[in-house]
């Protein structure tokens, strides 16, 4: 048997229960994230297909992100409060029931503006349960993995994840439509039943079980009580009969479940360091999304000239990218540095954004492309990792939930920006405002996230401050 240190020199695993446990939820992730790269490359080519409007397939893209805006603070608490396992089981049920009723749609011949409304809202449904997913897998790695091997095991779900989301899912997903759409609609339902029959398969209880304060003792902290408690102490404070006990008791309630909402957010903020990298995630994501809303527009109906299934090879630099920055992030994480990982990335965005603005050529586009999801593939890896180590277990779905309000709700900010400023001139100033926008986040990454503050041991929380959502954490993040 290994030890730890030797686990860690030879990368692999120990063979034990909790290997079989993580390989069951890779195998979940897997499936569900190539059905997610079947969807990023069925949504914006359905929508070419039904219009010729570059505003209204942008709208596709923004109705795919617009839960990110509005999901994430209560999938957090969702994630905190009920067992991980079966939310992600339910949510990828759902996501396949909905494409089973938009194949419906489309095997009935409806006209094509009704399978264009009924698309937006399939992605809207789509959103939710990947917003779901994403967030309860993330909590759940550190319930199957030891600390010292979290690198390890989000360099595995993040690699799998580029390369069946981008790498192969958004070519064969091209490859599908042109087909025909009906196959890839019909593919990405039957790999949503497949990953939710995997997570079917993993044995145990996920429902957080750290030796935290419980909802009321958390809410107790910032003097919101509920129960009897607060009934009593309405009733000693004069005058209060039966029905101001209940309104008493109903109105503090109702603060306590907002209170709890709101916790990540609370924590987020009041962290400078972390607070500066999830609003650059923020910028950053907005880019992206605005890049990508409109990438499909000048690179099939524009002056690239791609077909549909060149649009999917075309993204899988993307994933190529992201694989490799995976794998090397645990390694450069030790050499290099958290900040010049960071600094990397965003200097990748911007060649990424900014090249289709001033050129047409698809050898450069791809490169730059490439280039773009190497850096993002660091990121994601580094910071995942990080935030796992620093937040408590008890409370990684309600301040990832904060993390992605944040940083993935500039999406929708950033798609609909971009279906607005490509109606009036066209793709190539939504590339060049994405570029210069994300360059711009240099600024507070040099300024604020330097060593001391990415690199500052976890301050030990004493009791009373782990009554408080409000106790100060490190910093840690999310992008995309």
């Given at each position: 048997?290994?030890?730890?240190?030797?686990?860690?020199?030879?990368?692999?695993?120990?063979?034990?229960?909790?290997g079989?446990?993580?390989?069951?939820?890779w195998?979940?992730?897997?499936s569900a994230n190539?059905g997610?790269?079947l969807v990023?490359?069925?949504?914006?080519?359905?929508?070419?297909?039904l219009t010729?409007?570059?505003?209204?397939?942008?709208?596709?893209k923004?109705?795919?992100?617009?839960?990110w805006?509005?999901?994430?603070?209560?999938?957090?608490?969702?994630?905190?409060?009920?067992?991980?396992?079966?939310l992600?089981?339910?949510?990828?049920?759902?996501?396949?029931?909905?494409l089973?009723?938009?194949?419906?749609?489309?095997?009935?011949?409806?006209?094509?503006?009704?399978v264009?409304w009924?698309?937006?809202l399939?992605a809207?449904?789509?959103?939710?349960g990947?917003?779901?997913?994403?967030?309860?897998?993330?909590a759940?790695?550190?319930?199957v993995v030891?600390?010292?091997?979290?690198?390890?095991?989000?360099s595995w779900?993040?690699?799998?994840?580029?390369?069946?989301?981008?790498?192969?899912?958004?070519?064969?997903?091209?490859?599908?439509?042109a087909?025909?759409p009906?196959?890839?609609?019909?593919?990405?339902?039957?790999?949503?039943?497949?990953?939710?029959?995997?997570m079917l398969?993993?044995?145990?209880?996920?429902?957080?079980?750290?030796?935290?304060?419980?909802p009321d003792?958390?809410?107790?902290?910032h003097g919101?009580?509920?129960?009897?408690?607060?009934?009593?102490r309405?009733?000693?404070?004069?005058g209060?009969?039966?029905?101001?006990d209940?309104?008493n008791g109903?109105?503090?309630?109702?603060?306590?479940?907002?209170?709890?909402?709101?916790?990540?957010?609370?924590?987020l903020?009041?962290?400078?360091?972390?607070?500066t990298?999830?609003?650059?995630?923020?910028?950053?994501?907005?880019?992206?999304?605005?890049?990508?809303?409109?990438l499909v527009?000048y690179?099939?109906?524009?002056?690239?000239?791609?077909?549909?299934?060149?649009?999917?090879?075309?993204?899988?630099?993307?994933g190529?990218?992201?694989?490799?920055?995976?794998?090397l992030?645990?390694?450069?994480a030790?050499?290099?540095g958290v900040?010049?990982?960071?600094?990397?990335?965003v200097v990748?965005?911007?060649?990424?954004?900014g090249?289709?603005?001033?050129?047409?050529d698809?050898?450069?586009?791809?490169?730059?492309?490439?280039?773009?999801?190497?850096?993002?593939g660091l990121?994601?890896?580094?910071?995942?990792?990080?935030?796992?180590?620093?937040?408590?277990?008890g409370r990684?779905?309600?301040i990832?939930?904060?993390?992605r309000?944040?940083g993935?709700?500039?999406?929708?900010?950033?798609?609909?920006?971009?279906?607005?400023?490509?109606?009036l001139?066209?793709?190539?100033?939504v590339?060049?405002?994405?570029?210069?926008l994300t360059a711009?986040t240099?600024?507070?990454l040099?300024?604020?996230?330097n060593?001391?503050?990415?690199?500052a041991?976890p301050?030990?929380?004493?009791p009373?401050?782990?009554?408080?959502?409000?106790?100060?954490?490190?910093?840690?993040?999310?992008?995309?």
């Amino acid at each position: 048997m290994l030890t730890p240190a030797a686990q860690r020199r030879s990368g692999r695993p120990e063979q034990h229960r909790g290997g079989r446990v993580f390989a069951r939820l890779w195998a979940a992730t897997a499936s569900a994230n190539l059905g997610d790269g079947l969807v990023l490359a069925l949504i914006p080519l359905l929508a070419v297909q039904l219009t010729a409007s570059s505003g209204l397939v942008a709208g596709a893209k923004l109705a795919h992100t617009l839960p990110w805006a509005v999901a994430p603070l209560l999938v957090g608490l969702l994630v905190d409060s009920m067992d991980r396992r079966r939310l992600i089981v339910f949510f990828n049920l759902s996501r396949a029931t909905a494409l089973a009723a938009l194949l419906a749609v489309l095997l009935l011949g409806a006209p094509p503006l009704f399978v264009l409304w009924f698309l937006y809202l399939v992605a809207l449904c789509l959103a939710v349960g990947e917003a779901v997913a994403d967030i309860a897998t993330t909590a759940i790695v550190p319930s199957v993995v030891p600390r010292h091997r979290l690198e390890w095991a989000n360099s595995w779900i993040r690699g799998t994840e580029s390369v069946l989301n981008e790498f192969v899912g958004l070519p064969l997903g091209g490859l599908l439509i042109a087909i025909g759409p009906a196959w890839a609609v019909g593919g990405a339902g039957g790999l949503y039943l497949v990953a939710a029959g995997a997570m079917l398969m993993l044995s145990g209880t996920f429902r957080p079980t750290d030796r935290e304060p419980s909802p009321d003792t958390d809410a107790a902290g910032h003097g919101v009580r509920s129960g009897t408690g607060a009934g009593q102490r309405a009733g000693h404070s004069g005058g209060g009969g039966d029905g101001d006990d209940e309104s008493n008791g109903a109105d503090e309630t109702g603060g306590r479940k907002r209170h709890l909402l709101t916790a990540g957010l609370r924590i987020l903020w009041r962290n400078r360091p972390l607070r500066t990298l999830t609003l650059m995630s923020t910028v950053m994501a907005g880019c992206w999304s605005a890049w990508l809303a409109v990438l499909v527009v000048y690179t099939v109906q524009g002056p690239v000239g791609l077909s549909p299934t060149g649009y999917g090879l075309l993204l899988t630099a993307l994933g190529a990218g992201a694989v490799i920055g995976a794998a090397l992030a645990p390694r450069l994480a030790r050499t290099v540095g958290v900040r010049w990982i960071l600094a990397a990335d965003v200097v990748a965005g911007v060649v990424m954004l900014g090249t289709p603005a001033v050129s047409a050529d698809v050898v450069a586009i791809a490169a730059a492309t490439f280039i773009g999801g190497l850096g993002s593939g660091l990121w994601n890896v580094v910071v995942i990792s990080l935030r796992q180590r620093l937040i408590p277990h008890g409370r990684l779905g309600r301040i990832s939930g904060a993390i992605r309000f944040l940083g993935w709700g500039g999406m929708p900010v950033g798609a609909a920006l971009a279906a607005g400023l490509a109606e009036l001139g066209g793709p190539r100033p939504v590339f060049a405002l994405s570029a210069l926008l994300t360059a711009c986040t240099l600024i507070p990454l040099l300024r604020i996230l330097n060593a001391p503050a990415l690199n500052a041991p976890p301050q030990e929380e004493s009791p009373e401050s782990q009554g408080s959502p409000e106790s100060p954490e490190s910093p840690a993040g999310e992008k995309r």
